[in-house]
């Protein structure tokens, strides 16, 4: 998905600076490696990015298995939430950030409170310790770090940092998805960590009743661009 929206903004003719754990292959402004539940990473990452940005768009994500919990909510929320607020200062006047959460984080509400709880911690080691007294929370991994990401948007989108610099902050919720976690997920999902019955388990959730098909990384990516753009300056 981040690769297709990537693609995307480079046609549009923007200045991309593009994060990933990878090698990027792609033309972008400027590409960095770094591993993003490392704080550390993080923050030489920021040091190195523009004073002004227009569009933040936070799209890394992994699936979750069984010790990965922590690491989980550091990469697929904590993170996120992290560098927005780090780069918050120089996102431009009517700027934007769009998250990729997912419909994984059906159900936030159930754990708003306790989400609001987290976010308001004001440093990364209170939210590690944080997390370290709530594994009843986490032991959901993906589920729990998906509910805080849209529990986090519902809590921040109309306080006064982001609106009185008129900074949107939006989120797109994803359905099953073909992309390079999908092998990753359908062994996530199955209790015996086979990818096949993982598949079907998905199937069976968010195609079967519509006789839907899987979305392509790029039926996600583009309304991500659109959303982050002056197309939608009051969404």
Known sequence: ?????????????????AIDI?????????????DMSQKEEIDRVIEELPEKIDALFLCH?????PGKELLVQ???????????????DRISEHGSVTYISSVGGFGWQQVYSKAVELINLPTWEDAMDWYDKHPDLI???????????????????MSSEFINKRIRINAINPGDTTTGLTEDFNKSTSPNG??????E??????????????????DMGYPMVVIGSDICSYM
């Open 22 to 34: 990878n090698k990027i292959d792609l033309p972008v402004t400027k590409a960095f490696q770094a």
């Open 201 to 218: 388990m998905i199937s069976n959730i968010f195609l079967k009743s519509w006789n839907g098909y899987p979305a392509e990384p790029k």
């Open 74 to 88: 550091k990469v697929n929320f904590y993170s996120q939430k992290y560098m927005t607020e780090k780069l918050l």
């Open 194 to 199: 086979d990818a096949k019955e993982g598949e």
């Open 139 to 157: 032991k959901s991994a993906y589920v729990f770090a998906k509910q805080c990401l849209e529990s986090y948007v519902t809590y921040k989108c």
């Open 61 to 65: 994500g992994i699936a979750a298995f």
């Open 1 to 17: 998905m981040s690769k297709a929206a990537t693609e995307l903004l480079l046609e549009l003719g923007a200045n991309v600076y």
